[in-house]
């Protein structure tokens, strides 16, 4: 019983290059969003989806891109690493596309840019 | 739009003391709640969730919460605390039973615990 898993677990990126953190579930869950977490500010919304092809925006997409290509999957990409994206990440799901039955967090990606 | 607000940063409390984490949310329906607790370098673990009907909900490891309407609050309670409570925790606030936006969570910025022997 995986849950959701992230790779990597660390990454050290340098200033400029890009990047894709992986997560998979395998709770067939529709429900699948990004956070970033950062000391003092709690958990803020990068991207979420509803469901296979569908995405949207959270409160703080710029410098990100997600897609959705299957249920499992929902990949984060970092498109040109800036040091104010050094923060610790975290991918959830929730059962039937309804977040508020409380998420399932996987273990996080602590990315530090340079 | 929907806020938590958790207005105590750290607190330390001595083992098999009780404890009280505090969160006061805002939001204009009946709001989904939740706390998360964070051990050092773990994601997050659902601790309890309050949807509808009794205000007092129990939880895992011997926490439970109260949801208070009149005072827009959801504090978490433990009536004796052990070492390893020690940790880092959230309060939580959704939407409703509703996909697209109103499905996610909107976070507390955290209670840090620590419990002195």
């Known amino acids: 019983n995986a849950g959701v898993t992230q790779t990597p677990k660390f990454q050290v990126l340098k200033t400029g290059q890009s990047m894709t953190l992986q997560c998979a579930q395998d709770?067939?869950?529709?429900?699948m969003s990004w956070y970033r977490q950062d000391p003092g500010m709690g958990l803020r919304l990068i991207h979420y989806?509803?469901?296979?092809?569908?995405?949207d925006q959270g409160e703080v997409p710029n410098g990100y891109n997600v897609s959705r290509s299957t249920t499992e999957d929902f990949p984060l990409r970092l498109l040109s690493a800036a040091p104010s994206q050094t923060s610790v990440y975290f991918c959830?799901?929730?059962?039937?596309?309804?977040?508020?039955?409380?998420?399932?967090f996987g273990s996080g990606t602590r990315l530090t840019v340079v | 739009a929907q806020s938590v607000t958790q207005p105590d940063i750290h607190i330390t409390v001595s083992e098999g003391a009780s404890l009280e984490l505090r969160c006061n949310y805002s939001?204009?329906?009946?709001?989904?709640l939740f706390w998360y607790v964070q051990s050092p370098g773990q994601g997050l673990q659902l601790l309890l969730k309050?949807?509808?009907?009794?205000?007092l909900v129990q939880g895992i490891k011997g926490f439970e919460a109260e949801f208070k309407r009149s005072q827009s609050s959801f504090n978490l309670r433990k009536p004796s605390v052990h070492w390893s409570d020690a940790a880092e925790y959230f309060c939580?606030?959704?939407?409703?039973?509703?996909?697209?936006?109103?499905?996610?969570?909107?976070f507390g910025k955290g209670t840090k615990l620590s419990v002195k022997p």
């Open positions: 939001y204009g329906a009946t709001p989904y």
């Open positions: 709770m067939n869950h529709e429900y």
């Open positions: 939580a606030v959704g939407a409703g039973n509703y996909g697209g936006s109103q499905g996610n969570l909107i």
């Open positions: 989806s509803v469901g296979a092809g569908i995405t």
């Open positions: 959830a799901s929730s059962y039937g596309g309804q977040g508020n039955y409380g998420y399932t």
């Open positions: 309050y949807f509808s009907g009794d205000t």
